[in-house]
């Protein structure tokens, strides 16, 4: 099992940065990949990015150029950095993980998943 909690939320304006972190413990062969999801009021969740155990990297078209995915395996961190921010980047960002090789597009394949941090872009 994998416990992630999820830190660095918070508000800011249109074409402003923020940077989330999430920090897994527990077994990291659970933690294979890890991704990144948000959830809008009213909204579906949707997958924004996510890391495999490869190193390969994947991210959602709204995001791509934009957002930028790192993960440091030695300290079971995952990183997301958010630029150029737009009111529609606002949402509940969700760090996630499983055991699989996979990628955002399947969020089933996330067994574990953090509380979320808020994001707001005005």
């Known amino acids: 099992h994998v416990q992630l909690v999820e830190s660095g939320g918070g508000s800011v304006q249109a074409g402003g940065s923020l940077g989330l972190s999430c920090t897994a413990s527990?077994?990291?062969?659970?933690?294979?990949?890890m991704g990144w999801f948000r959830q809008a009021p009213g909204m579906e969740r949707e997958g924004v990015a996510s890391?495999?155990?490869?190193?390969?990297?994947y991210y959602a078209n709204s995001v791509k150029g934009r957002f930028i995915v790192s993960r440091d395996v030695v300290r079971q961190t995952l990183n997301l950095q958010m630029n150029d921010l737009r009111p529609d980047d606002t949402a509940m960002y969700y760090c996630a993980a499983g055991a699989f090789y996979t990628d955002y597009q399947h969020a089933s394949d996330f067994k574990h998943w953090g509380h979320g941090t808020q994001v707001t872009v005005s």
């Open positions: 527990g077994d990291p062969y659970d933690a294979n990949t």
């Open positions: 890391i495999d155990g490869d190193g390969h990297l």
